[in-house]
């Protein structure tokens, strides 16, 4: 199979940056719901390209630093229209968010507060688990090549409820069934602003490069430079941050935004979203052209085929972790149901379930 991106004409320019600026917008939930949302938007719906292939970004994606949603949008846009889709895809699911975080520290900073966003977000969580275990069930059948892709994917899902570190088990499995597929393989064959902007850029420059894992990860490093190095925010600040980038639609990392502009105004909020999301362009570009000859390669392809198993169980975790804190009370249970038949037993488009549940719970919210 030719898995060369395809040219950059116009239409398929077009269609990356549509397909992208409305998942920016719809893209609530975090890393695990962006990429059930793109799995069911670029595979099932429009036929960019296979499962397997999916899933072999997935997993070089998970090898990298940098925000996994957002390096699998510059992928798929890369894949479907070339260079310009590189750029397209990333910046397009980028700034819808980047645009809303920015306006929620506008308000922080006139106002002390964040906006009310629970009610609204009290109906689109049960949605998106239905959404991601719908996801996970069609990736699962191409991942999960045989037992002992099967069986390291359980291990690594109950290693993660355990709290180990999410970066060793995800090259941990790699490791392992690369050395175990390869190992038998061998064994046969030898029987046979207010602050310095620059500074401000290379702070969040530093993070995009090494950061691995979640917004909680993010809080460990931001702490780290920003309030007890340099000072410039209070850890009531960074907690709201984060809690800002969380709640709103798009990549976890438009925290980034949110700090830029407390310290720096505009400028600063343009330089820190520019510095913490530029390496991962950076690292889609190098690595999007090898991912074909991993594959074809029997040790890559069997380390490819481990981290792919590990990406899936970790989203699996997350999932029942959401799920526990989305479904609280028999709504929300009722939600999650109807939205798990309806995305399993329909073609209904993932934007229209999660509008349902914005309604749905800002109604109840508002009524209750």
Known sequence: MDHR???AVPAAVGEVAAVFLKL?????????????LMQREVVDRRRWITRERFLDLLGATNLIPGPNSTEMAIHLGFVRAGW????????????????????CAWAYVRWGSLPEATSLLYGIKPVLIAIVVQALAHLARTAFRGVLTGSTAVVVAALALAGVNEV???????????L????RRAASCLAVAPV???????????VGSILFGSGYVLLAFLRADLVERLGWLSDAQLLDAIAVGQVTPGPVLTTATFIGYLVGGVPG???????????????????????????????????LDGANAASLALMATVTWQLGRAAVVDWLTAVLALV????????????????????????????LA
Do not use: E
């Open 5 to 7: 991106p395809r040219a």
């Open 24 to 36: 920016g917008i719809i893209g609530f939930g975090g890393p695990a719901a962006h990429l059930a």
């Open 84 to 103: 310009p889709g590189l750029l397209i895809g990333g910046a397009c699911f980028i700034t819808p968010a980047t645009l809303i975080v920015l306006a």
């Open 168 to 178: 060793l088990l995800l090259f941990g499995a790699a490791l392992g069934v690369m």
């Open 180 to 183: 175990a597929v390869n190992a």
């Open 196 to 206: 310095a902007l620059p500074q401000l850029a290379l702070v969040f420059l530093k």
């Open 269 to 303: 909020a343009a330089v820190a979203t520019v510095g913490i999301f530029l390496p991962s362009f950076v690292f889609v570009a190098a690595s999007n052209p090898l991912i074909p000859k991993l594959r074809a390669s029997r040790w890559a392809a069997s380390f």
């Open 339 to 366: 939205a798990a038949a309806l995305v399993f037993g329909t073609r209904i488009h993932s934007g229209w379930l999660i509008a349902g549940g914005a309604a749905i719970g800002l109604a109840y919210r508002l």
